[in-house]
């Protein structure tokens, strides 16, 4: 099918530019196409003839520009994606959590889309942690598709999407459904209740108190540039425990960004410091956006 818009280079310099003041997204030339293909539904759906029309929108309507971004980030994932994290979390991480001499543990999924990590880590968690129910856990789910962030509290999947859940699990921490003649499966309550879903813009001021055992960002920083990924992973590590881990995407490396972190595998790893948080300036740069989701995330993750 032949799109009916197109992306001019100024048009597409200026959506560009508004990506990343408001959400330090990477739009380079290379992604031109996607851009156009993304928000060609957006036009579409608002009934506008052209990408000029949007720009004038989007200046009259301020609130689109959310719309607009939630529209430009991926929101592709499954259940137990990239299982090798998983093996490291039970060998590794979960026996570090257990021996911990305070019963507050926390942990974050940055970047949960439409909830499968987050899901996924609440699962493994009840399976292989001892005394979990005497424990004060949280796992934080954060993102900042506000499209995606609904389906994660719907928790409703297809089948598809559980291909790699044990089916021992899948049948003890879902309920099979029918929903217009097809088969889904919803998390249970009791997995739901370990975690707190709220929208986060990772370029905002983060409002939680934190600190955090674990960390989970993958998949997310491929969208940025060299300076935004370099201020996120130093913000990372303030908001860690010492000894705390972060865990990347398979297809992402801290080998090229200065960091302070002991590399453990790849894609894996862990501040030893014994410190106290290092205030970097990334840790302290303010923001006046996205005021209203502040108090339910520190709420939900203090």
């Known amino acids: 099918m032949v799109n009916e818009y197109e992306l001019g280079e100024r048009e597409f310099r200026r959506i560009s530019a508004m990506a990343y003041r408001i959400a330090r997204l990477n739009l380079h030339e290379g992604k031109r196409m996607l ?39 991926t929101n592709f994932t499954r259940l137990f994606r990239e299982p090798e994290h998983f093996d490291f979390l039970r060998d590794e991480v ?13 942990l974050w999924s940055a970047g949960c889309s439409s909830g499968e990590e987050p ?8 399976e292989h942690m001892e005394n979990l129910d005497s424990r004060d856990l949280l796992i934080l789910a954060t993102d900042i598709s506000a499209r995606a962030l609904a389906k ?7 089948e598809e999407q559980l291909r790699d859940c044990p089916a021992p699990w899948r049948v003890k921490y879902f309920t099979r459904i029918r929903v217009n003649g097809e088969t889904y499966y919803r998390v249970s309550p009791v997995i739901y209740r370990m975690i707190r879903f709220r929208y986060l813009n990772l370029a905002d001021r983060w409002p ?6 674990v960390i989970f960002c993958r998949n997310v920083m491929i969208y940025f540039d060299r300076d935004t990924q370099q201020e996120l992973v130093l913000r990372f590590y303030d908001y860690l425990v010492p000894g705390g881990y972060f865990l990347v995407g398979h297809s992402e490396s801290l080998a090229r960004i ?21 205030k970097s300036e990334a840790s302290e740069r303010p923001s006046t956006k996205h005021r209203e989701g502040k108090a339910s995330i520190a709420e939900g993750a203090g």
Not at 94 to 105: A, G, S
Not at 119 to 126: E, P, Q, T, V
Not at 152 to 158: L, M, N, S
Request: net charge positive.
């Open 35 to 73: 851009v156009q293909n993304r928000l060609s539904k957006r036009l579409r759906a608002l009934g506008l003839p052209g990408f000029r029309e949007y720009l004038d929108f989007l200046d009259e309507n301020p609130e689109e520009v959310r719309v607009m971004v939630d529209c430009l980030t």
């Open 94 to 106: 979960i026996p570090w959590m257990d021996e911990l001499d305070h019963e507050r543990i926390r």
């Open 119 to 126: 899901y996924s880590i609440a699962i493994f968690l009840r």
């Open 152 to 158: 994660a509290k719907e928790g409703v999947y297809r």
């Open 208 to 213: 939680m108190k934190g600190p955090f055992h």
């Open 258 to 278: 200065r960091n302070p972190f002991v590399y453990c595998r790849p894609s894996v790893y862990r501040k030893t410091s014994e410190e106290g948080p290092r």
